[in-house]
């Protein structure tokens, strides 16, 4: 009897893929354990958010971390998702040579719409697995965020819901204050 398999891509099979033009140039997607998932179109609230996080951390930064948004972070051989906002270990090439690895986040953040499940049961566990010390999932529905700390082998050890009238910031950053009100004010 034949068991029938999916085939995960590579990172380097997936790079090719864009190359020979198997992938348009404009293809909003990603890839995750080894599928290429195709990307939701960001809304003005989604967008309105990731940007209020870029300034907040931008600004907050003084040097300590770089502020990278929308931009690919290399898990493994077969995951390269594009989260919507990283705060990273600063880099003197400014990561020109290579993507961001999981060591290299201090915080990563999704901010999840239409995307929500996907990113709960997909992306967290991705996360988490391969050692991203923190994330958080911005849950636009909700209007609340999900923070998740102490990454473990199926996902995180922590996880803790904020919402309106509460403060967060990242456990390497306390000084690094988001006000949850302002954030996701519609």
């Known amino acids: 009897m034949f068991a029938q398999t999916k085939h995960r891509f590579s990172v380097k099979e997936y790079y090719r893929m864009a190359e020979t033009g198997v992938l348009r140039p404009d293809a909003r997607v990603e890839l995750l354990n080894g599928e290429i998932i195709d990307m939701s179109p960001i809304g003005p609230f989604h967008g309105g958010v990731t940007d209020y996080l870029n300034e907040i951390f931008t600004t907050a930064s003084k040097g300590r971390w770089r502020t990278r ?13 594009q989260p919507d906002v990283m705060l990273l270990k600063p880099a003197p090439d400014f990561y020109r040579q290579r993507h961001p690895q999981p060591e290299d986040v201090f915080l990563l953040i999704e901010v999840s719409d ?21 994330m958080w999932i911005v849950n636009l529905n909700e ?44």
């Open 69 to 81: 948004v929308q931009n690919p972070l290399r898990l493994d051989d077969h995951s390269e998702p």
């Open 114 to 134: 239409s995307t929500l499940a996907a990113d709960q049961a997909e992306k967290l566990p991705a996360y988490g697995r391969a050692g991203v010390a923190e």
């Open 143 to 186: 209007l609340t965020i999900e923070v998740y700390r102490e990454p473990h082998f199926t996902g995180y050890g922590s996880k803790t819901i904020v919402r309106a009238g509460d403060t967060i910031a990242p456990l390497a950053f306390p000084d690094a204050v988001v006000d949850v009100t302002e954030l996701l004010k519609k």
